[in-house]
């Protein structure tokens, strides 16, 4: 029986979700080398390739199989509207997909947009959006490339679009009016990989990235009478490593803390009489 063939797996060509996609795949594992503008790269030992492509595209090209998993937008997957398995949300590249208008305009809320047009490269969920809000025969115009411009040029009367920081709208005389989805970077797949096994343990490994992502390792030393006072505050997942330095009067402490919750922990430790507390970033945890 012959080996199945390697995953492909697609992530964005260029920008904010290019840069955290590669970083994830490094992450778990794979080793590739991204060439200029070459537009793939194979990994070396697995044979996994990975193709740039523009993000808007990636959800069809895995509905069709002609790769096995991507990182996309959660905004161009429902866009798109096709049959793909959300396998992972990823925690970056989070933004919004909102409806905007001129800051001196007339419009204050989305009904005022009735007999409009509007703007964006979103033109399913824009659409259904506004039918969904009851405004009736608002024109959704396709638009790639700026559309944030297009308000000023007088083409349409508002835009739906992606917004991160917001400045980009600030530059061009924009205000938001109304919030349609909060968005995130997603790894996607079909049913028919190439190799399911190949796949599998592929998403263990990034699962174990992504909870890497949530906690540090701190470690500490502290003295004996203390230690119960230092697991309430820090208990760990299952609970700390304790071992017994040359000073038997001493702990050594190893423990896993969700790393939003780091500085208020390493405060409580010292003020109780902990010292030489070490924080460590994690990158990979399988638990």
């Not at 083409?155 to 109304?178: F, K, P, Q, R, W």
């Not at 890497?212 to 701190?218: D, E, F, K, V």
């Not at 003295?223 to 001493?250: E, K, M, Y």
Request: glycine share 8%; aromatic share 4%.
């Amino acid at each position: 029986m012959a080996a199945p063939e390697a995953l492909r797996i697609a992530v964005p060509s260029k920008g904010r979700l290019k840069d955290g996609a590669l970083e994830l795949l490094e992450g778990a594992g794979l080793r590739f080398r991204v060439a200029g503008r070459r537009l793939f790269a194979d990994c070396t030992r697995t044979g996994i390739r990975i193709i740039f492509s523009n993000a808007a595209d990636i959800p069809v090209l895995v509905s069709e199989g002609v790769v096995d998993l991507g990182v996309t937008g959660s905004d161009q997957v429902d866009e798109k509207g096709v049959a793909v398995e959300v396998h992972r949300r990823l925690g970056f590249g989070r933004c919004r997909l909102s409806v905007a208008v001129h800051k001196d305009a007339a419009f204050r809320q989305p009904k005022d947009l009735a007999g409009c047009v509007v703007g964006s490269k979103f033109v399913r969920l824009a659409q259904a959006w506004f039918d969904g809000h009851g405004v009736e025969d608002v024109h959704v115009l396709q638009i790639q490339g700026a559309v944030e411009v297009m308000v000023l040029l007088g083409l349409v009367d508002a835009i739906v679009e992606i917004v991160e920081t917001g400045d980009s709208l600030v530059e061009n005389d924009l205000v938001e009016m109304a919030r349609i989805l909060d968005a995130e970077a997603v790894l996607i797949g079909n049913h028919r990989p190439r190799d399911a096994e190949a796949r599998d343990r592929l998403l263990r490994r990034i699962d174990g990235v992504l909870a890497a992502a949530h906690y540090s390792l701190i470690e500490y030393n502290c003295p004996v009478a203390l230690i119960a006072d230092a697991t309430h505050i820090a208990p760990g997942f299952s609970s700390p490593t304790v071992q017994p330095l040359q000073d038997p009067a001493w702990l050594a402490v190893k423990v896993m803390v969700e790393r939003e919750d780091v500085h208020r922990v390493v405060d409580a430790l010292e003020a109780i009489g902990c010292v030489a507390i070490l924080e460590t970033a994690l990158r990979h945890a399988r638990l």
